[in-house]
């Protein structure tokens, strides 16, 4: 017998004996031994089970210690599982009761703490997901002030002795498990088959409080939670640094006042369950609680000083309005841009110097940790409502809101956090952000005076546009997750030089200096021009198309120019893309966008090879012998014929399939160009004729 099952069995049992007595102490005590012992659990769900089944089978195979797929061992590891299942999923439904009658703020705070412990496992969280259990969860966490009424006809003693009913016959299915083996290994398999996710049925809400009975009980509870289908359980990640202490401890932080603790944690059970549970989050649509979420975070930022709840209030708008589009437009049109651009302002301290200008500080303090992590969370539900609005043309106060809000992601790019993973990742929220912001909104980032050290290119303060190169190059010189961490920047790089003059001139002059040593491959090197060329050839289709982009426009969408920096062979994909293939200018180019009329004026080192350069890869290739040397006419003559024999018979093999450029620039085959040519040659000659007869007549 397991020392971990027994120990949770007699865990269980005991809190709900203690409930039954009105032992609130024992309650307390039960609780906080169990929240110390499962702090650090994360449940798997029966995926990452047959995982681990598939991956021990193996290394049995490879050692030759046994070549069979199932054991008893087998089967009496998955009746453990679903045995463990039962009784927390016993003891989430006899939480959310409890929670409901609890005066007492620690003991309080201590079932929310095991409530949260539990909401991690997605087949335990049918108890959770009921209207009920929400409103009153979403109640202790300060959202509403209502909770739903309870069932009168179930009393508490039924209530009770239905769930010390399961729990006696899941204590006698496990003896009978050990004691009679293989066959009734079978028959505890089957019965735990109701937590499998395809038995779970599509069917409404309903209070968990009035099931009784260890059949009904068990399958309702999956019935509930028709989401899991559709998510794997909360993977364990980086411990929240926002906690001083253990969850296992009990001790109230200092300073912190015990309804404030008491909401804290409610939220964050709030925050395990939506992230888990897509049922969870209709219901939290249907119920309007994203009403009560906006007036709670508008009453905490009245305050002078933000509590601690406000980072999960934050958390939790973050996670509904990614989950629930519905749910974001309502916080857009409810004014929640202005809301959180008044957040984020006070988690700056900021102080206006003129209407879209804040003053900077270069020698202030370094955001704190705390600040930082809330104006990560408002940057990342600010992106969630204002994504699509990037190609539409705001409005005079639209354009006047987002304008104010772009003065402080300037101060976000420039400002400094106390650890430099936390500055990257601002940075980094700060760019999505701004990528998904009217273009036309961005020209505050240009807005500062000069001023010793200050960045500039033709009287214009480019410091911020300086920060956003060396945050691209960081990532460049990174290599990790490419597509996720270079492409928003590269996107904001392209857009802001197409609409600025002053940010592309000096992008350029950054990226693209004039070209002196054309000796390796454009693409050879560790310069920031070179790894962006890399990138043109990159697997990922949108990749490498926002890297040509960037350095395309940079060229002024000049082909001629685009291929002297980058060779024909790199430039080659964004040529076909764009029809530009026959070297005329680019036709998609936004009419807005006027590039000056500066010449690319070569310099002496280029102009003394520019010669010898292969087009196709971009450097000076070394002189090779004619193969044709010493041939005479006829043998000349004789080798071409035999070329485009062997040309030929490639191509009827449909081998190789000849390709040419027509008269818009897209590559099409051969045979499409020489059919057209026939039909225009057709044309022309009817045309003659046709001119002809009229001149006789």
Not at 383 to 398: A, L
Not at 498 to 514: G, K, S
Not at 543 to 557: N, P, Q, S
């Amino acid at each position: 017998m397991d020392p971990n099952r027994t120990s949770m069995e007699m865990n269980v049992e005991g809190i709900i004996q203690c409930i039954i007595q009105g032992d609130e102490s024992g309650v307390q005590t039960q609780l906080q031994e169990f929240n110390k012992e499962y702090a650090q659990c994360f449940f798997f769900d029966a995926e990452e089970r047959d995982r681990r089944k598939k991956r021990r089978l193996e290394e049995f195979r490879k050692n030759k210690v046994r070549e069979c797929t199932d054991s008893d061992s087998d089967y009496d590891q998955y009746s453990k599982e679903d045995r463990s299942i039962l009784l927390r999923q016993n003891l989430a439904v006899v939480l959310v009761r409890f929670i409901r009658t609890v005066s007492k703020c620690r003991l309080l705070r201590v079932c929310l703490r095991t409530l949260r412990i539990l909401s991690r496992d997605k087949k335990v969280l049918g108890p959770l997901v009921t209207d009920s259990a929400l409103l009153t969860l979403a109640k202790l966490a300060g959202l509403t002030t209502s909770d739903s009424s309870e069932d009168t006809s179930d009393p508490d003693s039924d209530f009770y002795d239905s769930i010390i009913t399961s729990l006696v016959k899941t204590k006698v299915l496990h003896c009978a498990n050990e004691d009679e083996g293989d066959s009734d290994a079978r028959y505890q398999d089957d019965e735990g088959s109701a937590f499998d996710d395809d038995s779970i049925s599509n069917t409404t809400s309903a209070d968990l409080d009035s099931i009784s009975g260890l059949g009904s009980h068990r399958t309702s509870i999956n019935e509930m939670h028709r989401g899991g289908i559709h998510h794997k359980v909360l993977e364990r990640g980086r411990k929240d640094r926002r906690e001083s202490k253990l969850d296992g401890e009990e001790e109230e932080e200092e300073g912190e006042l015990g309804e404030e603790a008491q909401r804290k944690e409610a939220m964050k059970v709030l925050c395990n369950v939506v992230y888990n549970s897509t049922w969870a989050q209709e219901r939290f649509s249907a119920l309007r609680l994203m009403c009560g979420l906006i007036q709670r975070l508008s009453s905490s930022l009245s305050c002078s000083s933000p509590s601690s709840v406000q980072f999960y209030e934050l958390r939790l708008m973050f996670l509904i309005t990614a989950l629930r589009p519905e749910l974001s437009a309502q916080l857009l049109q409810e004014g929640g841009v202005s809301l959180l651009t008044s957040a984020l302002e006070g988690c700056l301290d900021i102080q206006w110097k003129e209407q879209y200008q804040c003053v900077f500080d270069p020698t202030a303090l370094p955001i704190s940790l705390d600040a930082s992590q809330r104006i990560v969370e408002i940057l990342k539900i600010l992106f969630n409502i204002t994504y699509s609005s990037h190609r539409q043309e705001p409005s005079e106060d639209d354009a006047a809101l987002y304008r104010h809000l772009v003065a402080i992601l300037r101060l976000c790019l420039m400002r400094k956090c106390l650890l430099v993973d936390d500055t990257d990742e601002l940075q980094g929220h700060t760019v999505n952000l701004l990528s998904a912001l009217p273009l036309q909104c961005l020209d505050v980032l240009l807005v500062g005076p000069l001023e010793s050290g200050s960045k500039e290119c033709q009287g214009v303060n480019m410091d911020c546009v300086h920060t956003l190169l060396l945050f691209m190059e960081k990532r460049l010189e990174l290599g990790d997750k490419v597509k996720e961490k270079l492409t928003p920047v590269l996107n904001l790089l392209t857009e802001s030089c197409r609409a600025h003059r002053e940010t592309r001139q000096y992008i350029r002059n950054h990226i693209l200096p004039p070209l002196r040593d054309v000796s390796q491959r454009p693409e050879e090197g560790t310069t920031v021009k070179s790894r962006l060329i890399r990138l043109m050839t990159h697997v990922d289709t949108d990749l490498k198309h926002c890297a040509a982009d960037l350095i395309f426009v940079l060229c002024k969408e000049n082909v001629r120019r685009f291929v002297k920096y980058t060779g024909y062979g790199n430039a080659a994909g964004l040529l076909a893309t764009r029809g530009l293939l026959g070297g005329q200018r680019s036709r998609m180019s936004s009419s807005d966008t006027q590039y000056s009329t500066d010449s690319d004026s070569d310099t002496e080192e280029y102009r003394q090879v520019k010669d010898r350069i292969n087009p196709v890869t971009g450097r000076v290739e070394a002189e090779q012998p004619d193969p044709m040397e010493g041939m005479t006419e006829e043998e000349k003559e004789e080798e071409a014929r035999r070329l485009i024999m062997l040309f030929n018979k490639l191509s009827r093999g449909n081998i190789i399939q000849p390709m040419g450029v027509n008269t818009e620039g897209k590559l099409v085959p051969m045979t499409g160009l020489r059919d057209n040519s026939l039909i225009e040659e057709g044309r022309m000659e009817s045309e003659k004729d046709g001119d002809s007869d009229e001149i006789e007549d």
